[in-house]
């Protein structure tokens, strides 16, 4: 791969930045405001869009804003995998802004400016850390994602919203402050520097004398980062998702799909493949233990989803173990396996935005939340649900959607390294996924309403929120018959 210097890079962090204040100045104009929105969001894919034949072509754009010390920079790539998280993130941002317009203005919520200031400034966040050449610049961007979902998390501005929200900035902020920092102190004082090296994966940010001089100093430092990136929601570190689900369901999905999940894991892909590189990971022995934690945090979290009766907590701990598939591919460190955890990022978003969205329709249409209560509801609302239900095959994993080649690429990994246990664990995942979305459609259209339900009164939400999670859906199964949008960026990032 070949390094290109170029300030090209620029224009889609500069169309995000310059998104939220814009959202400010109109103020009370809501067409002005959303509209603002919908075209910094098709700009920003249209530009990030213009990159694709040179990463494609195996070139590695990059620039270095300036130089704060030496080897500490502010500076911005695109490889291929920066470019599927730059990607997913405007495309998305369009399609959630057309939702929470049927949202807000339905359910009269307050605040709007400032919600769709902070979403904004969320997507910078998303696509500065898509773009991050560095640690440094990495832990800048995944801060302000922190920081700016704060006030989206604690919309409802009530007892449950503030404390949802303190215990998402104690989580994010806290684990950052106590494990990432010092991580990032770490590495630089071994290494001297704090950029990735991004013309290879087997090559990390410590040099092989580093690494066989302190051994045990590069573990703590991987240890740290790990703990550090709490976006991830590795167990211990995921309570703070479900807590966060307080939040307006937009807000959900942008925490689940578009910005802060997908941040986490992606910092943790490029963590593990740009700051340590596979020879590292194998020569440590960290690859193995990573991805027996993600093991466990799918199993435990999908046995935890089968006993929530609100829909939001059940995607909620779906989340929490879909993201660990993510963390297993790139924590084996083999070739398959690394391709089905990187083409999970994508394909998680746009499957787990759907469901979001579609629980957002339907709270919007019926008020209801408990899944028990939504018998029949799947004869009244047969688009909404008929999305989820091809957003809930992804998630399962059944052909042709999605979530299939993402496990198909995972499971065949697992084999490729000999690991039975992550194996059994990946299997016995897409049987509990079935046992916790299955129910949710069965109520919907072959169970009878229970006498006196407001379900026979309920009809589809509004079209402009019924139509995004429609898109989503369908992309989600076009991404299974195509999986080569995102598999050529990332057999050019891996050189596979």
């Not at 703990?227 to 925490?255: D, R």
């Not at 578009?258 to 022995?285: D, P, Q, Y």
């Not at 009244?380 to 198909?408: D, E, H, Q, R």
Request: hydrophobic fraction near 55%.
């Amino acid at each position: 791969m070949k390094v290109i210097e170029s300030s090209l890079i620029l224009w889609p962090l500069l169309v995000t930045l310059v998104a939220p204040f814009l959202v400010l100045l109109a103020g009370k104009r809501v067409n002005l405001r959303e509209s603002v929105s919908f075209v910094a969001g098709a700009i920003t894919f249209a530009l990030v869009i213009c990159a694709a034949p040179t990463v494609l072509s195996g070139g590695v754009l990059r620039y270095e804003l300036f130089q704060i010390l030496p080897g500490i920079t502010i500076a911005f790539a695109l490889d291929g995998l920066g470019f599927i998280f730059a990607f997913i993130a405007p495309f998305l941002w369009v399609l959630a802004t057309s939702y929470n317009i049927g949202y807000m203005r339905s359910l009269k919520e307050h605040a709007q400016t400032r919600y769709y200031f902070c979403f904004a400034v969320a997507i910078f966040g998303a696509v500065g850390v898509a773009m991050a050449a560095n640690v440094f610049t990495l832990y800048l961007f995944y801060e302000i994602i922190s920081i700016f979902t704060y006030p989206l998390v604690a919309h409802h501005q009530d007892e449950e919203g503030f404390l949802g929200a303190k215990k998402y900035l104690v989580y994010l902020m806290g684990t950052s402050k106590l494990f990432l920092l010092p991580a990032m102190v770490l590495t630089y004082t071994l290494a001297g520097t704090l950029d990735f090296p991004l013309t290879s994966v087997r090559e990390g940010i410590f040099s092989k004398e580093v690494v066989a001089t302190h051994p045990d100093l590069v573990r703590l430092t991987y240890v740290l980062f790990i703990a550090g990136l709490a976006k991830a929601a590795l167990m211990p570190f995921h309570n703070w998702l479900p807590s966060a689900m307080v939040a307006p369901t937009p807000v959900s999905a942008l925490l689940h799909a578009v910005a802060v999940v997908k941040a986490g894991v992606f910092s943790v892909s490029r963590i593990i493949l740009s700051g340590f590189g596979t020879e590292t990971m194998s020569s440590l022995g960290l690859s193995l233990p990573t991805a027996y934690v993600a093991g466990f945090t799918i199993v435990v979290a999908s046995l935890i989803a089968l006993t929530k009766d609100d829909i939001k907590a059940r995607l909620a701990y779906s989340t929490v173990s879909q993201l660990s598939y993510v963390v297993i591919g790139v924590a084996l460190v083999a070739p398959l396996a690394i391709q089905g955890g990187l083409m999970h990022i994508g394909h998680h978003a746009f499957s787990k935005i759907t469901l979001f969205f579609g629980a957002g329709a339907i709270y919007v249409a019926s008020h209801l939340k408990s899944i028990k209560k939504m018998n029949g509801l799947g004869r009244k609302m047969p688009l909404t649900f008929g999305a989820f239900g091809l957003a809930s095959l992804s998630m399962i994993g059944v052909p042709p959607v999605a979530g299939f080649v993402s496990k198909w690429y995972l499971i065949n990994g697992a084999l490729q390294q000999e690991q039975l246990i992550l194996l059994v664990a990946l299997l016995a995942s897409t049987i509990l996924n079935a046992g916790y979305f299955a129910p949710i459609f069965y109520r919907a259209f072959f169970l009878a309403p229970e006498p006196g339900s407001q379900v026979e009164e309920c009809r589809e939400a509004p079209m402009c929120m019924v139509i995004p999670l429609i898109l989503t859906s369908l992309v989600s199964v076009l991404l299974g018959l195509f999986p080569g949008v995102f598999q050529d960026f990332i057999r050019v990032f891996g050189n596979f």
